[in-house]
């Protein structure tokens, strides 16, 4: 009897492998309560809404990746695109930057690989918007900072101009992404390309804002507009939704209301080497001011951290710090969802966790031990009988 079922144990093996992929590659989201909605959140999407999933540090080696990243972390990460693209439907893909774990020190030869081996993990998300934003690992630190290799860099994205800034509006929501590292630089050419986006975009939904408030004859009834510093007549929460790789600075935060979840981990990014920026770096005091001031943001993404954070700044403003989304980063990556929904009112906020590699591994090894006893172990029985004879 025991040799009947033996030539089945590869076909089990395949199901089994083929179930259990299927199932630690999928997402499981749950959505983060907001106070400013006091349980009146919608149970319901409306086809209207604008579904975005958001992720950030993938940390892709390319043409430097060794086999087990290749056929193991490479291979799940495409995986965890794919099931979410399928159980998730978004309507546009965010990536908050570090896309390369070391592309700030590679040529463009080797970086074109990890380009390519970026557009292998999307896969169906390549029919899909997708817009993403420079990180420190993919440009560098600010004082190594190259114009040449940030236009270089931006020029194979789409959206995004020469000093790695872009503003793009879909189903009425308007986003403005900027590049946060040259934020952190002195007065140079990159830091003013930034700036001047800033500006540019604050004048523009300050226009739209003023043309809201028109007198019955049509003419709009206060435009005034000077450059330079200059106090922004909008609300706070007003402006466009603000996609950064770096944080905002929290210092006069701290008290708000936080929801965070985090692993007890040390910095997995030493997996695959540092990064220009420890994992606690932020934008400092005045440029996060200086954002505040002039875009009033309606809700500001952010990355860097690899960790999940939901906060809201003094003024109001509601700051989602998005994870990151691979094994060469942390033990359990995840991502973010958001739904723009299509009456401008509060964005819904999903955490979306992944498998454990820890726990896929076990399982991997689990499954090849069993395979193996299940193949030794049935001749056992006939060692007995040879014994009692």
């Keep these: 009897?025991?040799?009947?079922?033996?030539?089945?144990?590869?076909?089990?093996?395949?199901?089994?492998?083929?179930?259990?992929?299927?199932?630690?590659?999928?997402?499981?989201?749950?959505?983060?309560?907001?106070?400013?909605?006091?349980?009146?959140?919608?149970?319901?999407?409306?086809?209207?809404?604008?579904?975005?999933?958001m992720v950030a540090n993938l940390l892709l080696l390319g043409s430097e990746a060794g086999y087990f990243n290749l056929l193991f972390r490479d291979y799940y990460l495409s995986r965890f695109f794919t099931n979410s693209f399928r159980t998730l439907k978004p309507d546009m893909l965010l990536v908050l930057g570090d896309i390369s774990a070391r592309g700030y020190k590679l040529p463009n030869s080797k970086y074109i690989s990890v380009i390519h081996q970026f557009q292998r993990v999307l896969g169906p998300f390549l029919r899909l918007p997708l817009h993403v934003v420079l990180g420190d690992r993919d440009i560098g630190e600010c004082d190594k900072l190259s114009a040449d290799l940030v236009s270089w860099v931006s020029g194979r994205f789409p959206g995004l101009d020469s000093a790695g800034c872009g503003a793009f509006e879909i189903g009425n929501v308007s986003f403005v992404s900027l590049n946060a590292v040259a934020l952190l630089c002195g007065n140079n050419e990159l830091r003013f390309s930034v700036e001047?986006?800033?500006?540019?975009?604050?004048?523009?939904?300050?226009?739209?804002?003023?043309?809201?408030?028109?007198?019955?004859?049509?003419?709009?009834?206060?435009?005034?507009?000077?450059?330079?510093?200059?106090?922004?007549?909008m609300s706070s929460g007003s402006g466009p939704v603000l996609l950064l790789h770096f944080p905002l600075n929290q210092t006069l935060a701290a008290a708000n209301y936080d929801r965070s979840r985090s692993s007890s981990i040390l910095d997995g990014r030493g997996r695959v080497g540092?990064?220009?920026?420890?994992?606690?770096?932020?934008?400092?005091?005045?440029?996060?001011?200086?954002?505040?001031?002039?875009?009033?943001?309606?809700?500001?993404?952010?990355?860097?951290?690899?960790?999940?954070?939901?906060?809201?700044?003094?003024?109001?403003?509601?700051?989602?710090?998005?994870?990151?989304?691979?094994?060469?980063?942390?033990?359990?990556?995840?991502?973010?969802?958001?739904i723009f929904r299509r009456n401008k009112g509060e964005v819904s906020v999903s955490y979306c966790s992944l498998a454990r590699e820890s726990h896929a591994l076990i399982a991997y090894v689990t499954l090849l031990i069993l395979l193996v006893s299940m193949m030794v172990f049935p001749s056992t029985p006939n060692l007995r009988c040879l014994t009692q004879s």
């Design 196 to 233: 001047k986006v800033v500006e540019s975009e604050s004048m523009d939904f300050q226009m739209g804002s003023e043309l809201e408030g028109m007198d019955e004859n049509g003419r709009v009834r206060k435009k005034v507009y000077e450059f330079g510093w200059r106090e922004n007549a």
């Design 1 to 53: 009897m025991a040799v009947g079922w033996k030539p089945l144990l590869p076909l089990i093996a395949v199901s089994a492998l083929f179930i259990y992929e299927e199932w630690v590659s999928s997402p499981s989201c749950k959505r983060v309560p907001s106070p400013n909605l006091h349980g009146h959140e919608p149970n319901q999407d409306h086809p209207d809404d604008l579904k975005v999933m």
């Design 274 to 338: 540092t990064g220009p920026y420890n994992l606690l770096h932020k934008l400092p005091p005045n440029a996060t001011e200086y954002i505040f001031q002039a875009l009033k943001p309606r809700i500001v993404f952010s990355a860097h951290t690899q960790e999940f954070h939901d906060h809201f700044h003094p003024d109001g403003t509601r700051e989602v710090t998005v994870p990151a989304m691979t094994w060469n980063a942390r033990d359990d990556p995840g991502f973010v969802v958001a």
